[in-house]
T-cell receptor, first 108, second 113 residues
Framework: GQNIDQPTEMTATEGAIVQINCTYQTSGFNGLFWYQQHAGEAPTFLSYNVLDGLEEKGRFSSFLSRSKGYSYLLLKELQMKDSASYLCAVREGNRLAFGKGNQVVVIP | SAVISQKPSRDICQRGTSLTIQCQVDSQVTMMFWYRQQPGQSLTLIATANQGSEATYESGFVIDKFPISRPNLTFSTLTVSNMSPEDSSIYLC??????????FGSGTRLTVV
């Protein structure tokens, strides 16, 4: 099984940087995904980590430490359109198990 | 990435009835999944839809309540049977593409009254 924990909500100012954390416990780790979900829409893929370290993709970066069961998503130069829920998901075999998600609200 | 068409996009149903949700993919995919997202919550995997065999259900979900069909590599249906208000949720299908990609349909917003 798995246990995935994320904080629930944060507010940040346009142009700022936010870090969203995700801790997990799983019996079979096979990668960690970050998804963005706007209200009423499908989740969209942001990043994937399977090895320890930092993956950078434009304004978004994701970090993984397998030994600590920990990942974070870093959002830089926040824009209003970044207001959304951010979900981490651990892959076990072919299945994805999602955390509760973290709601980010960007204010001017 | 694959394009997923899911319908209906929303429905309001009477308790005790059933609703079948369809998921059509524009390419052949091996793995298809069905998720539920209750209001304000994250996604919970219901089952993996296997082509040519019975779906594999997660703990807490049973075939009688959520029968699934997967007649070919581009299509699947999920039925929510004998609905109650507790079944009000968003239901999403998802496909796995290649090694690491998972794409989601736009979801079906179900309200049971």
């Amino acid at each position: 099984g798995q246990n995935i924990d994320q904080p629930t909500e944060m507010t940040a100012t346009e142009g700022a940087i936010v870090q969203i954390n995700c801790t997990y416990q799983t019996s079979g780790f096979n990668g960690l995904f970050w998804y963005q979900q706007h209200a009423g829409e499908a989740p969209t893929f942001l990043s994937y980590n399977v090895l320890d370290g930092l993956e950078e993709k434009g304004r978004f970066s994701s970090f993984l430490s397998r030994s600590k069961g920990y990942s974070y998503l870093l959002l830089k130069e926040l824009q209003m359109k970044d207001s959304a829920s951010y979900l981490c998901a651990v892959r076990e075999g072919n299945r994805l198990a999602f955390g509760k998600g973290n709601q980010v609200v960007v204010i001017p | 990435s694959a394009v997923i068409s899911q319908k209906p996009s929303r429905d309001i149903c009477q308790r005790g009835t059933s609703l079948t949700i369809q998921c059509q993919v524009d390419s052949q995919v091996t793995m298809m999944f069905w998720y539920r997202q209750q209001p304000g919550q994250s996604l919970t995997l219901i089952a993996t839809a296997n082509q040519g065999s019975e779906a594999t259900y997660e703990s807490g979900f049973v075939i009688d309540k959520f029968p699934i069909s997967r007649p070919n590599l581009t299509f699947s249906t999920l039925t929510v049977s004998n609905m109650s208000p507790e079944d009000s949720s968003i239901y999403l299908c998802s496909v796995r593409e290649g090694t690491n990609g998972y794409t989601f349909g736009s979801g079906t917003r179900l309200t049971v009254v």
